[in-house]
Nanobody, 127 residues
C-alpha cells in the first residue's frame, strides 16, 4: 500500500518549535519531490515548503521563510519540516505530499496537484 504518514503535530506556545515528519511506505521517496502544505479552517490549502529529490533545492512561502526548514533523509524514506518561531497564524492542518515532478511543488500556482498525500497532522499555536 502506497502511503505517506505525517507525525509530530501538536499544541505549542507562540515562539515555540515543532518538527513534522513524513514517512513513505510502499514506494521509494527518493524518486519524488516532497511538498509541505497547510490548510486552516475556512481557507484554501497553501504550499508551505518544497524540496527536490536530492535535497539540493528548497523553496518556502514568504510567510515562513527564515522560520521553517524543509529537509529529507532518503535513506529513511522520510521528509521533515522543522518549524521555529511559531506564530498563532501558523495554526493549521499540515499535509505532506510527494510527486515525481518537482515543478508541481516548486513553481506550479494552481490547485495542489501532488500525486501522493498524507492524512495531515494538526498544528496549533496558542498560549
Amino acid at each position: 500500500q502506497l502511503q505517506l504518514v505525517e507525525s509530530g503535530g501538536g499544541l505549542v506556545q507562540p515562539g515555540g518549535s515543532l518538527t513534522l515528519s513524513c514517512e513513505a511506505s510502499g514506494f521509494n521517496l527518493a524518486n519524488y519531490a516532497i511538498g509541505w502544505f497547510r490548510q486552516a479552517p475556512g481557507k484554501l490549502r497553501e504550499r508551505v515548503s518544497c524540496i527536490d529529490k536530492s535535497g539540493g533545492d528548497t523553496r518556502s512561502a514568504d510567510t515562513v521563510k527564515g522560520r521553517f526548514t524543509v529537509s529529507r533523509d532518503n535513506a529513511k524514506n522520510t521528509g521533515y519540516l522543522q518549524m521555529d518561531s511559531l506564530k498563532p497564524e501558523d495554526t493549521a492542518t499540515y499535509f505532506c505530499a510527494a510527486d515525481p515532478v518537482y515543478y508541481y511543488c516548486s513553481d506550479y500556482t494552481g490547485p495542489p496537484l501532488m500525486r501522493f498525500w498524507g492524512q495531515g497532522t494538526q498544528v496549533t499555536v496558542s498560549s
